[in-house]
Nanobody, 127 residues
Framework: QVQLVESGGGLVQPGGSLTLSCAAS????????IGWFRQAPGKEREWVSCISDGAGSTSYTDSVKGRFTISRSNAKNTVYLQMNGLKPEDTAVYYCAAEYRPGWGTCGTSDIVYDYWGQGTQVTVSS
């Protein structure tokens, strides 16, 4: 069974840090570009970051540049999102998604291109 499972969410104070993990089971992430999206209450899902198949390319939405870092370990079949300097406006359910894009060196910013999705992990930034 193909699955993506996010973990690492939780409650953190403003300025704090969290690292989200996206672990794949039932398939290998090699060949897949991975994206992170988030959805806050009452808002549409938005793209946050993505990483290409070979990790040669990463992209971030402007609001998280300099604070979030995406990385991957194909050996562990896992992608990470390191989040520093968290703000209340980062509060959302965070989802990872995978798109088969072997060797393209790019990753997508639109949710319609992604093939597999995780169930999401809640991140709450509050004092």
């Amino acid at each position: 069974q193909v699955q993506l499972v996010e973990s690492g969410g939780g409650l953190v104070q403003p300025g704090g840090s969290l690292t989200l993990s996206c672990a794949a089971s039932g398939f290998t992430l090699e060949g897949y570009a991975i994206g992170w999206f988030r959805q806050a209450p009452g808002k549409e899902r938005e793209w946050v970051s993505c990483i290409s198949d070979g990790a040669g390319s990463t992209s971030y939405t402007d609001s998280v540049k300099g604070r979030f870092t995406i990385s991957r370990s194909n050996a562990k079949n896992t992608v990470y999102l390191q989040m520093n300097g968290l703000k209340p406006e980062d509060t959302a359910v965070y989802y990872c998604a995978a798109e088969y894009r072997p060797g393209w060196g790019t990753c997508g910013t639109s949710d319609i291109v992604y093939d597999y999705w995780g169930q999401g992990t809640q991140v709450t930034v509050s004092s």
